[in-house]
């Protein structure tokens, strides 16, 4: 199992511009989630899903959008990208399979700058 | 709501020295607590976490955290700090009831470990 993977691993960006950060689980998890990492603040959710169709929203969503078509996937984009966004963006995922603490699996992360 | 302070953004200890990390929760009913601990550039690995099962709980790296229900606390301890232990730490919870909430964790702000040789 390849786990969480993310892609890319970095990207730069320039105000204004929309862009796809992607996540993908080959664990067959029913639960995926988005993080932005930033200095001093912890990881705070952004999107999340409890299954394929089913998103809502964390405690910090705004300019943020997510879909989930398949059990595998689920890209964050970025509508036009502000220097508010700059951060690391971390997708997670989770299962009742792995128990009852539903203990979420993390990718490497994307680090994107807004200029 | 969750919420999860983590007592000191920054903590050094000399190598062999004990490890304490702080972390209370704050929650009406003892919820599910873990402690993930993050390399430089990399994402998050769990080192343990807290299921109800006991209140002493071992992780890997010879870490352990014991939870304190009276104290609503869930702090992070290690007898002797290696140079390999210099990280960043998030506890994190989850609340112990279902729906949505298996989706979502609420995490504090982190705490650096400095290892001095």
């Known amino acids: 199992n390849a786990g969480v993977t993310q892609t890319p691993k970095f990207q730069v960006l320039k105000t204004g511009q929309s862009m796809t950060l992607q996540c993908a689980q080959d664990?067959?998890?029913?639960?995926m989630s988005w993080y932005r990492q930033d200095p001093g603040m912890g990881l705070r959710l952004i999107h999340y899903?409890?299954?394929?169709?089913?998103?809502d929203q964390g405690e910090v969503p705004n300019g943020y959008n997510v879909s989930r078509s398949t059990t595998e996937d689920f890209p964050l984009r970025l509508l036009s990208a502000a220097p508010s966004q700059t951060s690391v963006y971390f997708c997670?995922?989770?299962?009742?399979?792995?128990?009852?603490?539903?203990?979420?699996?993390f990718g490497p992360g994307t680090r994107l700058t807004v200029l | 709501a969750q919420s999860v302070t983590q007592l000191g953004s920054h903590v050094s200890v000399s190598e062999g020295a004990l490890v304490l990390l702080r972390c209370n929760y704050s929650?009406?009913?003892?919820?599910?607590l873990f402690w993930y601990v993050q390399y430089p550039n990399q994402g998050l690995q769990l080192l343990l976490k807290?299921?109800?099962?006991?209140?002493l709980v071992k992780g890997i790296n010879g870490f352990e955290a014991e939870f304190k229900k009276s104290e609503t606390s869930f702090h992070l301890t290690k007898p002797s700090a290696h140079m390999s232990d210099a990280a960043e730490y998030f506890c994190?919870?989850?609340?112990?009831?279902?729906?949505?909430?298996?989706?979502?964790?609420?995490f504090g702000q982190g705490t650096i470990l400095t290892v001095h040789p």
């Open positions: 929650s009406s009913v003892p919820p599910y």
């Open positions: 664990m067959n998890h029913e639960y």
């Open positions: 997670a995922s989770s299962s009742r399979a792995t128990g009852a603490s539903y203990e979420q699996f």
């Open positions: 994190a919870v989850r609340p112990p009831v279902g729906g949505t909430s298996y989706g979502k964790l609420t």
């Open positions: 899903s409890v299954g394929a169709g089913i998103t």
């Open positions: 807290y299921t109800s099962a006991a209140t």
